[in-house]
C-alpha cells in the first residue's frame, strides 16, 4: 500500500468503518454504496463510502460494492469488476445490472 493512501486509512475513521463492512461481504454477494451509509448509521453518506472506496486497501474485494440499482462503476475497471464478480456466481439481468434481488447481502 502506498504510504499516502495508509495515512489516509489512519486519519479517517469513516473509512476505516467502511472497510471493515467490505471485508465481511461474503463471496457471491453485493452491497451498495447506501447500504454500507445505512448500516454504519449515516444513510446520507452513500458518497462518501465511494470516496472511501476510491481508496480502497486492496486486501478488501472492492468489486462487491456496486449503485444501488444494481449498476457496476469503477470507470476502466468495470468489465474487471463484472468478471471478478461472474467468477463468484453473481447472477446478472438481462441489461448488465447485478440481479440485487438475488445477490444483496444484508449485512447480516
Known amino acids: ?3 499516502g493512501i495508509d495515512w489516509i486509512h489512519r ?10 463492512i467490505v471485508g465481511k461481504i461474503p463471496h457471491g454477494k453485493v ?3 447506501g447500504q454500507i451509509a445505512h448500516m454504519l448509521g449515516r444513510p446520507r453518506a452513500a458518497r462518501q463510502v465511494g470516496r472511501a472506496m476510491r481508496c480502497c486497501p ?3 474485494q472492492w468489486q462487491r460494492v456496486v449503485m444501488a ?3 457496476i462503476t469503477g470507470g476502466i ?5 463484472r468478471g471478478l464478480l461472474q467468477a463468484e456466481g453473481v447472477k ?12 444483496n447481502w444484508n449485512g447480516g
Request: charged share 30%; aromatic share 12%; net charge negative.
Open 92 to 103: 446478472f439481468l438481462t441489461d448488465g445490472r447485478v440481479d440485487m434481488d438475488s445477490c
Open 31 to 33: 452491497v451498495s454504496y
Open 1 to 3: 500500500m502506498e504510504a
Open 58 to 60: 486492496e486486501r478488501l
Open 69 to 71: 440499482d444494481g449498476s
Open 11 to 20: 486519519m479517517n475513521p469513516f473509512f476505516e468503518q467502511v472497510y471493515d
Open 77 to 81: 475497471h468495470a468489465e474487471m469488476r
